[in-house]
């Protein structure tokens, strides 16, 4: 396939390292090369199968404005915008392109959600809940996208709001940890990413998965699919 890679920070180099590996065909562009969306015209984007976006919450709604305009696929790793899901679905919807978005690529952390929603059940015996997350310093969202899905997915399934507590030190690449306290015992969860290879390749077979379908999809609900 033709990739277009949107974003060369840390998560974004290692997707395309896998896209090439994967033997798609990347191309990379560069925040200064696509200010506001307008590297991304109808005429621009030519062959691309897919856009995969890696890139800052408020970068991430232009870019995919842009590629729905010009009915490109696309996947999104950036978190931070969700304010805008439903505005955006719309255009999803009425255009007819394929627009596939999550908190993180991990199939490890996607385990880890299934896990944790079986264990929200303990909210309804007496266990007070906690989400802690641990990421890279220059990180720009706080929670984290990931936290906020757990937060959302233990709600679901225990009928309440645990509270986030965010740290933001060195280089951390991404630690989640769920605990549920009792008096008799506690019951701990814990994600530790050692790189971002699973986040990057993830992401790439979402893209993969993506490709010449229609619709908006959350990468949570159809992981297993890929």
Aim: glycine share 10%; aromatic share 8%.
């Amino acid at each position: 396939m033709n990739l277009l890679i949107l974003g060369r920070g840390k998560t974004g180099s290692v997707v395309a390292e896998v896209a090439r590996a994967r033997r798609h065909h990347v191309r990379v562009l560069s925040a200064n090369n696509n200010v506001n969306g307008g590297g991304l015209l109808p005429e621009s984007l030519g062959a691309t199968d897919v856009v995969i976006d890696f890139t800052t919450p408020g970068t991430a709604v232009s870019n995919a404005e842009a590629c729905i305009r010009a009915n490109k696929n696309i996947v999104i790793g950036t978190t931070g915008w969700y304010d805008q899901l439903p505005r955006l679905k719309e255009m999803v919807l009425a255009s007819k392109t394929g627009f596939l978005y999550g908190s993180n690529f991990s199939i490890g952390i996607n385990l880890f959600l299934e896990i944790a929603a079986t264990a929200a059940a303990a909210l309804k015996y007496e266990y007070s809940g906690q989400i802690f997350e641990r990421h890279y310093e220059n990180k720009k969202d706080a929670p984290s996208g990931t936290a906020l899905t757990m937060q959302k997915v233990v709600r679901e399934t225990g009928g309440e709001t645990v509270e986030i507590t965010s740290f933001r030190e060195g280089d951390a690449i991404g630690m989640h940890e769920l605990v549920f306290n009792s008096a008799s015992d506690r019951i701990y969860l814990c994600h530790d990413a050692k790189s971002r290879q699973g986040y990057a390749e993830g992401a790439v077979r979402a893209a993969e998965w993506i490709a010449g379908k229609t619709g908006f999809f959350e990468f949570r609900q159809v992981w297993r699919d890929l």
